[in-house]
């Protein structure tokens, strides 16, 4: 009974058709035209993510189709897809994560209008869908530039060209990558490729044009090259030789751009200086530091570079070049002036010291109530001058504190005047001997008061002083007279100046024949002077 | 007449069916996809006017002759902070700056006195010629923060160079004298305070480890902004090479116009 109605339904629609349409009846659609194209060229190979046109010819322009197509091995219909517009097109058919992959082929196709009594076309067309890339992994996870070589792996993908996105740092790039048959991406980490922390999160074959990304999580860590070598140009060097042009370089291999971190002995003393000097490529792996002087106050010892590394790499990633640079140079050490030359008991006096060879200065002194501090650092101004307090305690005694100035180049002595509140002018009580004969250097002792940083002075012609050293406790001073040959027998008037005033005695000055009258005493009175 | 003569040339309703062979998806329309709209550009005098204002104002500005900063530096190497010292930072007049880092052998000095620049470490000296201590010294001194806002009178003509990270970025592209510190520097400044908190020097080129050209940086952020003498002031300096921190200064102190000597620099 179905069957009966179906045919005469069949029959009234054909009879329908060819009243209406009678030139027609027999014109079937022209499928000859059948092709698949994506961007306007055709196709034979697609991806998931991709999309393309199916043609079927002007004729077919608003047919609806019935498809025979072949996947693999099996066959299968679909009724009634797609429908074709006015150019006999179906557009933007897209493969997504559904779509089996591999060969498959349009067999047949036919309009579905006409059913059982449209011939089946023999379109035959084959279609390639090829997998996207389904993760991505590195192997290994880091490395080292200038030193290890990496692979970037991407599964179910071979033979391709991928696209991958990525961080670097947290910035975002792309780059296209050819895959090897293993799905393999090999490549070298070189001296200057960039650092940090890579994280590929997308990944997709090359060849699409859609924005269909495979999310994956692919992290891997660049870590700064490692120097392999250090050296430097030159074995010894004078400090502050040559005005600054006795000079030397660090070298550091695999080092180029990069500062440095080094260990060092200086005179058997160890110690480490970190970011210093930025080594300047000069062959795209090597470095060279600027033009390196030692300065004036340089410490003059075997200068040690025990160990040395690149300073964006932790300790442990060092080469022990055991290389000694030998500094010579820092001369003994002299003082210019000391301003001001004392300081009262109670407080404490900021002195400024200028000279040469200051280098490396420190003070002691066996000066009770005396002590130092706020030492500048004389070495920035090459040992010329500097600065330090003077620390006097309330129970210091007034009085001449002998101070020594320690240097690289040796030690000197110096007097500092602990002064007091009232501090009185010096005086003098007696020069003994009180006397000395022309042509001699007579060893003499002044003893008086408050001789504090005394300065000896005199205008009698051929008298001068040397090795005056005040006592500490400022009651007498020793000092050397020396009379010259060409002095005239006479009384000198000796002077002793401080910072509260002077004071005078006498010292006679005479010949040989004077000086060894013998005397002749009578009781206590001198009664007679006998010259031999 | 056949059943496709039958059809209009208007486009058929789309059969969303899922197929072994596709599934027909309405084509994107051109409207789908807006075309990103760029941020107008601004006049570069209007930002720099907006950041002199943020950071305290001109007179304040002006009246800053020198500072003093101290306070603590941290270096940074592939596997994190690699130690801290005490660090401390003389600038005057615009030109000059003293960095004083103490080390075993003795402090590390990097001096420029806007001529020369020179490194001090336990008796040697270096002369600079580019590198990070330049670029230091630049940041400090004529690309830096008070040049800026100061552009004119110090020769600067910025670009207006678009938004990035949420700041307005004013580039400058340096002269040929210059490139040994950087190829172009570019000035952060803020959308929401107007403080200028980067400033970015674009250093060379390399590669990545997928062998794309990768323009190198080296940039300095800013920070913990505090009112000193009423200049807004940056307390906290974090120093950047290629996106990867390499410093980070925490100052304690900082005080303006402290009649430091030209000799301090030299």
Known sequence: ?532 | MTAALSQTKKDPPIDPRVTPMGTQRPKPSATEKPEEKKAPAIPPGQTIAKAVAAHGGKNAEAAVKDSIATGKVTFFNSKGAAGTRDVRVTRKGGNAVERIIPQDSGDLREVSDGTTTTQFLGGFKVAVDGGPTARFVAANTGRSIESLLDASAKGLSPSDAGEKDNARVLEVAEAPANKGIAKKTRFYVDNGSSKVTRIEFETGETKDAFGKAFTTTESFSYSDFRDVQGVSTPFRIERFVNGLKVEETQFDSIKFNNSVKDEVFK
């Open chain 1, 1 to 532: 009974m179905r069957f009966l109605k179906h045919i005469v339904l069949r029959a009234i629609w054909v009879c329908t058709c060819l009243m209406v349409f009678p030139l027609a009846s027999y014109a079937q659609v022209d499928f000859s035209s059948f092709s698949l194209t994506a961007g306007g060229a055709p196709v034979s190979e697609l991806l998931i993510g991709d999309c393309f046109d199916l043609h079927a010819g002007p004729n077919a322009a608003g047919v609806t189709l019935d498809i025979i197509y072949q996947i693999g091995n099996s066959t299968g219909y679909i009724d009634g897809w797609p429908t074709l517009d006015g150019n006999g097109t179906a557009s933007n058919i897209c493969l997504d994560e559904s779509t089996i992959l591999g060969w498959r082929s349009f067999l047949y196709i036919r309009d579905h209008a006409w059913g059982n009594d449209q011939h089946w076309f023999a379109a035959n067309y084959g279609l390639t869908i090829l997998p996207q890339p389904s993760g991505a992994n590195y192997d290994p996870t880091s490395g080292v530039d200038g030193l290890n070589n990496f692979v970037f792996h991407a599964s179910g993908v071979a033979n391709r060209d991928v696209r991958i996105h990525y961080t670097l740092n947290g910035n975002p790039g792309e780059a296209v990558i050819p895959l090897d048959g293993g799905g393999n991406y090999s490549s070298t980490l070189e001296h200057y490729t960039a650092t940090g922390s890579y994280v590929v999160d997308k990944i997709r074959d090359a060849a699409t044009n859609t924005d269909y990304w495979v999310n994956v999580y692919a992290p891997f860590d660049a870590y700064p090259p490692i120097m392999d070598w250090f050296s430097t140009d030159k074995s010894s060097l004078v400090a502050g030789g040559a005005n600054g042009t006795d000079t030397f370089h660090m070298y550091g291999g695999n080092a180029g751009n990069y500062s440095i971190d080094y260990a060092y002995t200086i005179g058997g003393v160890g110690g480490a200086d970190y970011n210093w000097p930025f080594l300047y490529d000069y062959n795209g792996r090597d470095g060279v530091s600027g033009a390196i002087s030692a300065m004036k106050c340089t410490n003059p010892a075997p200068h040690v570079f025990t160990a040395a590394k690149i300073d964006a790499n932790s300790w442990g990633w060092e080469v022990y070049p055991n290389l000694t640079i030998t500094i010579t140079g820092s001369g003994t050490p002299s003082i210019g002036s000391l301003t001001p030359l004392s300081g009262p008991r109670g407080q404490n006096t900021t002195v400024t010291l200028t000279g040469q060879n200051l280098c490396g200065a420190s003070f002691t002194t066996n000066y009770s109530g005396l002590s130092f501090s706020n030492i500048s650092d004389p070495d920035a101004s090459d040992g010329t001058s500097m600065t330090a307090r003077f620390d006097v305690t309330s129970s210091a005694a007034a009085g001449n504190a002998l101070v020594t100035l320690h240097t690289r180049g040796g030690n000197i002595d110096f007097y500092f005047g602990i002064t007091q509140s009232g501090q009185g002018a010096p005086t003098i009580t007696s020069i003994s001997p009180s006397g000395g004969i022309v042509g001699s250097t007579v060893p003499v002792t002044i003893t008086g008061t408050n001789l504090i940083l005394p300065v000896l002075s005199t205008t009698y012609a051929g008298l001068t002083f040397t090795n005056i050293v005040p006592a500490a406790d400022g009651n007498s001073i020793s000092a050397n007279f020396v009379i010259s040959g060409s002095a005239v027998s006479g009384t000198a008037t000796v002077k002793v100046t401080t910072g509260a005033g002077f004071g005078t005695n006498t010292f006679n000055v005479g010949t040989g024949a004077f000086l060894s009258k013998e005397y002749i005493y009578l009781g206590d009175r001198v009664i007679a002077v006998v010259a031999p």
